[in-house]
T-cell receptor, first 122, second 119 residues
Framework: GAGVSQSPRYKVTKRGQDVALRCDPISGHVSLYWYRQALGQGPEFLTY????????KSGLPNDRFSAERPEGSISTLTIQRTEQRDSAMYRC????????????????????FGEGSWLTVV | AQTVTQSQPEMSVQEAETVTLSCTYD???????LFWYKQPPSRQMILVIRQEAYKQQNATENRFSVNFQKAAKSFSLKISDSQLGDAAMYFCAYRRRMNYGGSQGNLIFGKGTKLSVKP
């Protein structure tokens, strides 16, 4: 697509329910990132993928959070047994990825963000 | 671990005037990228400007420019001729350089500076 698309845009769920947030990255973008942003804070890194491989999941707060990108395109972030503290905006982002050594000095591979999914746990 | 610090939670500028937003960062790496993102009330994340650490020349994009001081690990954003549409949260972000082996770094953000523009 033309931009990073996320769904749902808004989700209200009851505490204890599982939620799945979807991200469709920019067409051709290999790298996909998940961030969480609380009100008044900067985005906080959760995890990222190159193709279908999860490269870094160090930002996932606990084992209730998981992410997958099985075919290297669309990704799903799943939160199990939601808690009120999980309420935040969840942002997906994507970027191109260069593997050639000639590209080590390429521009910083700008990361493009989606509009986010607002999650409220009541 | 890398950290990004924005010491000004809020700033205000008069329309048509110039304002500078501060950002400092901490890293042991010598090559990396720095970014400023704008987040208007719509909560979009819009790239304003980026800087490659290996470049000595400061990046410029129309009314936006940076003052990159590598030794001081400082990366400030200057907005000239401020407009009402510039009112937003501004986030400074750091990203390590890609390695040939194929890994990529995620963005590390500061806490943001809320900019108000007075007519």
């Amino acid at each position: 697509g033309a931009g990073v698309s996320q769904s749902p845009r808004y989700k209200v769920t009851k505490r204890g329910q599982d939620v799945a947030l979807r991200c469709d990255p920019i067409s051709g973008h290999v790298s996909l990132y998940w961030y969480r942003q609380a009100l008044g804070q900067g985005p906080e890194f959760l995890t990222y993928f190159n193709y279908e491989a999860q490269q870094d999941k160090s930002g996932l707060p606990n084992d209730r959070f998981s992410a997958e990108r099985p075919e290297g395109s669309i990704s799903t972030l799943t939160i199990q047994r939601t808690e009120q503290r999980d309420s935040a905006m969840y942002r997906c982002a994507s970027s191109l990825f260069f593997k050639s050594n000639r590209d080590t000095r390429s521009p910083g591979n700008t990361i493009y963000f989606g509009e986010g999914s607002w999650l409220t746990v009541v | 671990a890398q950290t990004v610090t924005q010491s000004q939670p809020e700033m205000s500028v008069q329309e048509a005037e110039t304002v500078t937003l501060s950002c400092t960062y901490d890293t042991s790496e010598s090559d990396y990228y720095l970014f400023w993102y704008k987040q208007p009330p719509s909560r979009q994340m819009i790239l304003v400007i980026r800087q490659e650490a290996y470049k000595q020349q400061n990046a410029t994009e129309n009314r936006f420019s940076v003052n990159f001081q590598k030794a001081a690990k400082s990366f400030s954003l200057k907005i000239s001729d401020s407009q009402l549409g510039d009112a937003a949260m501004y986030f400074c972000a750091y990203r390590r350089r890609m390695n040939y082996g194929g890994s990529q770094g995620n963005l590390i953000f500061g806490k943001g500076t809320k900019l108000s523009v007075k007519p």
